[in-house]
């Protein structure tokens, strides 16, 4: 029975939480997985729910933060050199960066057999200047060598990886995209959408555009607040736009909604062009009341609000960045570049424009996209990985 150590960033609500969480519960019964890591950060929404749901007792390492800092990320690191020394794993896979290095390192330094990571995304592009963005791709192409495998979400993400940045050999990347339990997006949507539009005062005859996300600087929420201003002075039907998240920058998406004397408000009281909600815990729900989602990031790996809204049938406006094109059916939405806003502006004024063409065709495609985004072949394709790097255990 192979021990798997698995170490996530941080426990905030994200689809990384339960991918970690479905690989943690859902692998074959002989694998034994403890799943670790830190705790949310100010602004963030917890999400431990995820894993107790399933029956998981996560341990929360309280020292891994998400910003670098010596002290806190050492302590962290000595924390999880203790954690694999009493459950003396045979596999320790690190998921998303911080969680990446610090987990890596603890266990080269342990002498674990097989050290797996999966890049959920990267920050070599949009998130640094040059010189701390070469620093971050010299320590991740020494911690490459160290590993025995690379996991990559897309084949978009694998190129990346080994011929963009030039992190480790394409032979060393495998590609498992992510897996979840779709079901709940494509159930009782008839029930969910009148509870979502009825808790927001969204009329029938309104068009409910959303974007769902952290609120930080990367997530760029300010070309969809300028999209939905041209929008709105495009066409005639009747819209209404939700930001669902919360984060760093959203006193700074207020005032700049302000700034441009745009109509917004943050509870259900009085529903203007701009509702900021903050975090949704049931996206099932708000992709049932929303009719067209968006995303505009300047960088990303595999967004999985946009697979959730595939699947509950949504057609999606977005920029094209990271794995997203790998990832959107060519019926279920428009992309662009992230530096087009034109393009995207067009774009979403023909999704609004062409709603029921586009609505179809986002539901004939939902059925494909539950199928290949299951976190059993999720499973199925990481236990097979695991097979193949198990020659090192035995």
């Not at 020394?85 to 596999?91: G, H, L, M, N, V």
């Not at 819209?239 to 005032?255: N, R, S, V, Y």
């Not at 087009?340 to 023909?350: A, E, G, H, Q, R």
């Amino acid at each position: 029975m192979p021990k798997v150590l698995r170490i996530i960033n941080r426990f905030n609500l994200g689809g990384i939480s339960y991918n970690v969480s479905y690989l943690s519960r859902y692998m074959p019964q002989e694998c034994d997985t403890l799943l670790i890591g830190g705790p949310e950060e100010e602004g963030e929404e917890s999400s431990l729910y995820i894993p107790h749901s399933l029956g998981l007792k996560p341990v929360v390492i309280e020292e891994m933060r998400r910003s670098i800092n010596p002290f806190s990320d050492y302590f962290a690191y000595r924390r999880i050199k203790k954690i694999i020394r009493e459950f003396k794993p045979d596999i320790v896979h690190t998921h998303a960066s911080k969680a990446g290095a610090i987990g890596r390192m603890a266990a080269i330094h342990c002498g674990v057999p097989v050290i797996v990571h999966t890049f959920h995304g990267h920050v070599f592009q949009g998130y640094f200047g040059s010189f701390k963005t070469n620093i971050f791709k010299f320590i991740e192409r020494y911690l490459a060598k160290r590993s025995s495998a690379i996991v990559a979400i897309s084949q978009i993400q694998k190129k990346e990886l080994s011929e963009t940045y030039s992190i480790c050999e394409a032979a060393k990347i495998e590609v498992v995209p992510l897996g979840f339990d779709l079901d709940r997006f494509t159930e009782n949507q008839a029930e969910k959408r009148k509870n979502f539009r009825s808790k927001y005062g969204l009329q029938e005859d309104e068009l409910a555009i959303g974007i769902i996300g952290r609120l930080a600087p990367i997530k760029n929420h300010y070309l969809f607040i300028d999209a939905i201003e041209q929008l709105s002075k495009s066409t005639n039907k009747k819209i209404k736009a939700l930001i669902i998240g919360d984060g760093e920058t959203k006193q700074e998406l207020m005032a700049y909604l302000q700034q441009k004397q745009l109509p917004y408000s943050t509870d259900n009281t009085k529903p203007e062009l701009f509702i900021l909600t903050s975090w949704i815990r049931e996206v099932d729900i708000a992709l049932a009341g929303l009719d067209l989602v968006c995303l505009t990031s300047k960088n990303e790996g595999t967004p999985v609000s946009l697979i959730e809204a595939q699947a509950a049938s949504r057609y999606i406006v977005t920029t094209n960045v990271g794995g997203i094109k790998d990832i959107l059916h060519p019926d279920c939405g428009l992309l662009s570049a992230p530096d087009d806003k034109d393009t995207y502006i067009k774009n979403l004024i023909y999704a609004v424009t062409h709603f029921e063409e586009v609505h179809k065709k986002a539901g004939s495609a939902s059925v494909e996209v539950v199928q290949k985004f299951s976190y059993k072949r999720l499973c199925s394709d990481m236990w097979r990985l695991y097979q193949k790097l198990g020659e090192k255990i035995k």
